[in-house]
């Protein structure tokens, strides 16, 4: 099946610092995305990328899909409280799958 | 906009009971799907459509059923529940099966005991 490996399974890390994490994969995807989700709610997107080698930033974020088409990563600079959460990365063809996730705890 | 809508909130249900989970969407949205999410497992794929009329199966579709006959509505059952059904699920819908982002209602909280 189409199954997505995200690491790191989780992080601790002091605000400021910049996180990296991501996403593999033994198939091919069309399309990247990355979520974020907070407690009692459905994820949100984060960014989407649809192009093997594109690289894109929102905000403090940026992210790339791999140019095998079989990974993604996503950066977060100078972490704030805030970011505090689960990312999940997805790809996309004609459904979506999901990694299991990276549990972000901020330290202030 | 509601965007997409999830009822109930939560829910209680006795192994063997049946039920149904809502999910409505108001953006006319071609793509609707449900996940359900487990601790450390991330959200994995029930059934989705691709449209009005068609369902598909995704990883995980024993002991569901979907149906489509609206754009709107996706509901899901649960003919009858087992405690390994005990989980969050997810709706979520975008404007094709293609590259399109998914959105995702705020999840139902369901516990068979």
């Known amino acids: 099946g189409q199954q997505l490996n995200q690491s790191p399974q989780s992080m601790f890390i002091q605000e400021g610092e910049d996180v990296s994490m991501n996403c593999t994969s033994s198939s091919i995807f069309n399309t990247w995305l990355w979520y974020k989700q907070e407690p009692g709610e459905g994820p949100v997107l984060l960014i989407a990328?649809?192009?093997?080698?594109e690289l894109t930033s929102n905000g403090r974020l940026t992210a790339q899909f791999g140019i095998t088409r079989k990974d993604s990563f996503l950066n977060i600079s100078a972490s704030i409280p805030s970011d505090v959460g689960i990312y999940f990365c997805?790809?996309?063809?004609?459904?979506?799958?999901f990694g299991a996730g990276t549990r972000l705890t901020v330290k202030p | 906009n509601a965007g997409v809508t999830q009822t109930p909130k939560f829910q209680v249900l006795k192994t063997g009971q049946s039920m149904t989970l809502q999910c409505a969407q108001d953006m006319n949205h071609e793509y609707m799907s449900w996940y359900r999410q487990d601790p450390g497992m991330g959200l994995r794929l029930i059934h989705y459509?691709?449209?009005?009329?068609?369902?598909d199966q995704g990883e995980v579709p024993n002991g569901y059923n979907v149906s489509r006959s609206t754009t709107e509505d996706f509901p899901l059952r649960l003919l009858s529940a087992a405690p390994s059904q005990t989980s969050v699920y997810f709706c979520?819908?975008?404007?094709?099966?293609?590259?399109?982002?998914?959105?995702f209602g705020n999840g139902t909280r369901l516990t068979v005991t």
């Open positions: 990328l649809y192009k093997a080698g």
């Open positions: 979520a819908s975008s404007y094709s099966g293609g590259g399109s982002p998914l959105h």
């Open positions: 459509s691709v449209g009005a009329g068609i369902t």
């Open positions: 997805a790809g996309r063809n004609n459904d979506m799958r």
